[in-house]
């Protein structure tokens, strides 16, 4: 009889969350969603904000939105984006694990973006001051919705997705970085330092007097007070490439007096690599090095 009452509670339950999952996966529930977070973007935030539908996994816990659209419809909105700017996503969503979900300081595991594309156009002084990023880096993901409501970010991953940023100045043309294809950009910041893995293909950057391109870039980094440590690093430009891998040690915050110890595999053009090192001696052929670098940044030996 016990044994019974068991498997029918277990029934009920499966059935009960079966139901609950649905519904929150429903048109219905997506529709009363849109309509309190729109509350939280009024008319007068210059923000437009929708999404299809929302997803909830189990194992591991996650929720997710389908199909996300985020636009700055005018100058002076709440996100201090320029107008214009746009997120949109085929998902996003988090993962946690199912404890958290009821705790007041809920910690999610991961914030991920899919299938994104990222145009953002950053007025100048909308930051509100100068922010050191060692300090954004070496900081956990922190946000508050009401003095009882805290979530800890782990960590944030893009895949397959596109990124356009314009970082407009008060003189001079904009700085501009530009992501063809972020197959997996990955970032942890916690206290006291971070990591980073990244695949990354088509890189641009430009600010009026410098236009760097480079056709791939792949690593994966650590970082605290302490230095930089490069488990690998494979950078490609036109025809040079080079594999790099090794530690930089010091005080973080002063990158000339770092000691770098790193052993670097380089090929590609003779003509390529003297242009990108402001040669203007007339080289030809091919260069294929295996180099060790040691010292300080501002004086390698």
Known sequence: MGKRIFW????????????????????RFAEILKTQIKRQFPEGSGLHLDFDRITVGIL??????????????????????????????????ITFKMIQAFSRGITINKVFIQGGNISLSIPPGSGGGSVDPL?????????????SLHFFVRQIELRDSRLSLSLER???????V??????????APERGGFSAVAQLEGLTYSDGSVRERLEALKGNVEADPAGLRISSLDVQRKQEAAHVE??????IREFGNLKMDLKAIVRG???????????????????LGDVRVRGAVKNPS
């Open 135 to 147: 300090d954004v880096l070496f900081s956990p993901i922190r946000v508050s919705l009401d003095p």
């Open 246 to 251: 090794g530690q930089l040690l010091g005080n």
């Open 269 to 287: 053009s003779a003509s390529d690599l003297a242009e990108f090192v402001g040669s203007t001696g007339d080289l030809s052929g091919d260069i």
């Open 8 to 27: 029918v509670f277990v029934l009920l339950v499966g059935i009960s969350s079966g139901l609950v999952v649905g519904y929150i996966q429903s048109e």
């Open 178 to 187: 530009d992501l063809e294809k972020m197959g997996l950009l990955s970032l």
């Open 60 to 93: 591991p816990p996650s929720a997710s939105v389908v199909n996300l659209r985020l636009v700055a419809e005018r100058a002076g909105n709440a996100a201090g984006l320029g107008k214009g700017s746009q997120v949109t996503a085929e998902r996003l969503g």
């Open 170 to 176: 008060r003189a001079g043309a904009p700085i501009r």
